[in-house]
């Protein structure tokens, strides 16, 4: 089975900074990247889906890179809503995910 | 627009049963694969089951493999999750989410149901 591993598993962070979050898949899949945002006490939400498109309604600071095994994503510019934390997932495997906190 | 609710969490004892539902609207229900993801307290999210748009298709993560069944009712724009001889391990919110394009993408959540396995 896939597993997929983020680095780092915190972070911190202040408003507007750029913010680089990494994943790695154990092996190549034919299931897309996706990326998902969960604030406290709240569902997840669809960030990027196919490494690198946007969800609607999505903010455009949001963006994802990568292919193969390795991807990536980046806030170019932090905002105070974007404290929260990330999930990167492939098929049926989530990362272990990445808080990002107020510095 | 998209909708998902589920509903049927508690408390309930090890060993024994309990059943989820998400009741589905905004969309084509019988068009869409439907995941069930948990997540236990403090933790990150786990995949549990996915059934296919017609319900033909099922899978299970292997810690539920045999003791969970997914289910759905088209004509009635539900699914359900089945949750046999329950452990303290099952403890977690229990969220559906809509599969997109067929490829795994959760494009839409439920609030989700809270599950509390303790004696």
């Known amino acids: 089975d896939i597993q997929m591993t983020q680095s780092p598993s915190s972070l911190s962070a202040s408003v507007g900074d750029r913010v680089t979050i990494t994943c790695r898949a154990s092996?190549?899949?034919?299931?897309?990247l996706n990326w998902y945002q969960q604030q406290p006490g709240k569902a997840p939400k669809l960030l990027i889906y196919g490494v690198s498109i946007l969800q609607s309604g999505a903010p455009s600071r949001f963006s994802g890179s990568g292919s193969g095994t390795d991807f990536t994503l980046t806030i170019s510019s932090l905002q105070p809503e974007d404290f929260a934390t990330y999930y990167c997932?492939?098929?049926?495997?989530f990362g272990q995910g990445t808080k990002v906190e107020i510095k | 627009q998209v909708h998902l609710v589920e509903s049927g969490g508690g408390v309930v004892q090890p060993g024994r049963s309990l059943t989820l539902s998400c009741a589905a609207s905004g969309f084509t229900f019988n068009s869409f694969g439907i995941h069930w993801v948990r997540q236990a307290p403090g933790k990150g999210l786990e995949w549990v089951a996915l059934?296919?748009?017609?319900?033909?298709?099922?899978y299970y993560a292997v810690s539920v493999e045999g003791r969970f069944t997914i289910s759905r009712d088209n004509s009635k724009n539900i699914l359900y999750l089945q949750m046999d001889s329950l452990t303290v391990d099952d403890t977690a919110v229990y969220y559906c989410?809509?599969?997109?394009?067929?490829?795994?993408?959760?494009?839409?959540w439920g609030q989700g149901t809270r599950v509390t396995v303790s004696s």
């Open positions: 997932q492939q098929g049926r495997a």
């Open positions: 989410a809509r599969d997109y394009l067929r490829n795994s993408v959760m494009d839409y």
């Open positions: 059934i296919s748009y017609d319900g033909s298709e099922k």
């Open positions: 092996q190549s899949s034919r299931y897309y």
